[in-house]
């Protein structure tokens, strides 16, 4: 596993994937919530450095997703807790809002998924299902696919 020069409480443990072609991509999460974090650019050096090919952000930042503009690292994205409310009751254009200020507002990035919801609180997981309903409300996907 790589070592990181800066303490990683937020840089959670990597895991392993098969892509569809069969071949493996090694993924780590990146948290933002913590204090003295090294600036988004130092962080995605490090991710090609030691060779990280996805990453999962738990929210759209912006300083993140500049770094990660052209650099071939896939990103999973996650809509916020705080945006279920919205996504599940402002039904089609929320998601779209949501869609452009996050995603597309970031044409260099390569988004492989966006998910929703991290950790949610029981009295929160109603709104699940209607969020992600949003975006695909015949095929009830548990996660927008932004490739295609």
Known sequence: MPTFPF??????????????TGTTAVGVCWGMSGDNLPPASKVTEMLRENGFTVV????????ALVALGSTGICVVVGA???DLP???HGRTAATAAWIRENIQAYPTV????V???NEVASADMQLLVPAMETS???SRRLVWDTSR
Do not use: C, I
């Not at 303490?7 to 569809?20: C, D, F, G, R």
């Not at 999962?56 to 300083?63: G, I, M, N, Q």
């Not at 390569?110 to 998924?113: A, C, V």
């Open 115 to 117: 998910v929703v919801g």
């Open 80 to 82: 916020p807790n705080y």
């Open 86 to 88: 919205a996504l599940a």
């Open 56 to 63: 999962r952000l738990y929210t759209p930042d912006s300083a």
């Open 7 to 20: 303490p990683t409480a937020q840089m959670n443990a990597e895991e392993e994937m098969e892509s569809e």
């Open 136 to 138: 695909t409300p015949r």
């Open 110 to 113: 390569l988004f492989r998924f």
